[in-house]
């Protein structure tokens, strides 16, 4: 046993990290443009006004794809590029960038998946409230509708979000993300079940004009990892995993309460007794148009926390990292079982088809004398990682695909460009592509359906 036969390798990216083309060709602003210029919230002060320059070099780009073997390619669509007050007008211009760069990829043997949103959200309905206003839910319906109806007859599979808890939770309770709000529970909670209606909404919009597509969802978390294999620290694990957490900044980074209404149609009941004093007056009654029949789910991972069983009125505790313990440049530990435990216990409670839709490494690549740049360490963290993914395959979960993030160096919100998670090296002074060593090992693992993990 091992992956199976049609496993989805690929690669991913996202609209503001990689495009750049900010205010060309009429795109309207997005609240990362605006955050990005604020001084102080970015590293190094940072914009994502160029990027990768993608918007004008995606053939390039496209091109080192086939070139390393990529098969599936995730990128998002930028809201504003396409509608650029967030509603209304329509600006073909953007379109016919999403047209072009979905043709290039098809001719060049590459599925689109395309996520909806990832974050970029357009400026002029944040100046309508955003989230909050109760209309916010139609106007992602109607931004969903248009993707379906121009880009359905040759994309086949959707997400419909990227990681709401992190443009909730970073972008309106911690202030770390656009657009940089510290807003209260009773805001955000509403926004989450906006959020949630949005994506119920934009399900049943893309089955409508995209008839025959599939439908995917892609929020994170990070995973929870038994101390031991023993009974009890397995259950102990899993029950921390789903748990709601009540810190009011950070109460939004939890899988239950994201994941919970859409798949299985009801809010975790230890959430709503936190949280539910916040839900919008009838919340109930839209769990019918939350709760869509999705054909995979996906989750984004990165590392995940350890936790074994304790005597204590949760029934558990966490497990601090030993000294030393390995991390990546951006200081996240380096955990390969959280592809192991994160996806089991994910399968084992939503039951769904399951894609790893990001996991990467950060790290301090270098151009050697050479003029290459070798990345280890990058190997090394994708093969842990995908060894550990490859055996809750093989322990029954029905992994149905794994995309590296990311197909290249970009910009890595708050931090800037001083993070690289890519496999092809960007220099953003030249905006050359040097491909880097792990481009070639992943090329293999994807060519022998990682036989040769
Ligand atoms: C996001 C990406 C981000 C990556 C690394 C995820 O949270 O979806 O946009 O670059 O992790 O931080």
């Given amino acids: 046993m091992s992956f199976r036969k049609d496993f989805i390798w690929g690669a991913a990216t996202a609209s503001y990290q990689i495009e750049g083309a900010a205010y060309e060709d009429g795109k309207g602003p997005s609240v990362w443009d605006r955050f990005s210029h604020e001084p102080g919230k970015i590293l190094e002060g940072h914009t994502g006004d160029v990027a990768c320059d993608h918007y004008h070099r995606f053939r390039e780009d496209v091109a080192l794809m086939k070139e390393m073997g990529v098969k599936n390619y995730r990128f998002s669509i930028s809201w504003p590029r396409l509608i650029p007050q967030g509603v209304g007008e329509v600006n073909e211009k953007g379109v016919q960038f999403y047209s072009d760069l979905i043709d290039e990829l098809i001719a060049a043997g590459i599925r689109p998946i395309v996520t909806l949103f990832h974050w970029d959200y357009p400026a002029a309905l944040q100046a309508r409230g955003a989230w909050e206003n109760p209309e916010s839910p139609k106007w992602f319906e109607a931004y969903a509708a248009l993707c379906a109806e121009r880009f359905g007859d040759r994309v086949k599979d959707f997400i419909t979000f990227n990681e709401p808890q992190c443009f909730i939770g970073l972008g309106y309770g911690k202030g770390e993300h656009a657009p940089g709000y510290r807003l209260p529970l009773s805001s955000t909670v509403v926004m989450s079940h906006h959020v949630l209606m949005a994506h119920g909404l934009a399900v049943k919009a893309l089955r409508k004009y995209a008839p025959g597509c599939r439908v995917g969802y892609a929020p994170c978390g990070d995973a929870r990892i038994p101390a031991s294999e023993d009974p009890a620290d397995i259950e102990a694990a899993r029950r921390a995993y789903f748990q709601v957490g009540d810190n009011p900044e950070g109460w939004a980074f939890n899988v239950s309460w994201w994941s919970d209404p859409p798949i ?190």
């Avoid at 149609?265 to 949280?275: I, K, V």
């Avoid at 955990?335 to 399968?347: E, I, R």
């Avoid at 950060?362 to 290459?372: C, E, N, P, T």
């Avoid at 395959?393 to 890519?422: H, K, P």
């Fill in 264 to 453: 299985l149609g009801s809010y975790p009941e230890q959430g709503l007794r936190l949280l539910g004093q916040y839900l919008p007056q009838g919340w109930e009654k839209d769990l019918e148009t939350i709760h869509q029949p999705l054909d995979f789910y996906c989750q984004n991972i990165y590392n995940g926390d350890v936790v074994r069983a304790a005597d204590n009125a949760q029934g558990y505790e966490m497990v601090p990292q030993p000294v030393g313990h390995p991390k990546t440049a951006i200081q996240w530990p380096i955990t390969p079982d959280a592809l192991y435990w994160g996806p089991k216990f994910l399968y084992e409670r939503y039951k769904l088809p399951f894609m790893i839709s990001e996991n990467g490494m950060s790290s301090h690549d270098v151009v050697s004398l050479d003029g290459k740049v070798h990345d280890p360490q990058r190997q090394d963290y994708m093969h842990r990682y995908l060894r550990a993914y490859k055996r809750a395959a093989e322990d029954g979960v029905d992994a149905i695909g794994y995309l590296a993030w990311s197909l290249m160096d970009n910009y890595e919100w708050a931090f800037g460009y001083t993070d690289r998670f890519g496999m092809i090296y960007v220099d953003y002074q030249t905006q050359e592509r040097i491909v880097k060593d792990s481009f070639y090992w992943y090329k293999t693992v994807m060519e022998q359906n990682g036989e040769n993990l």
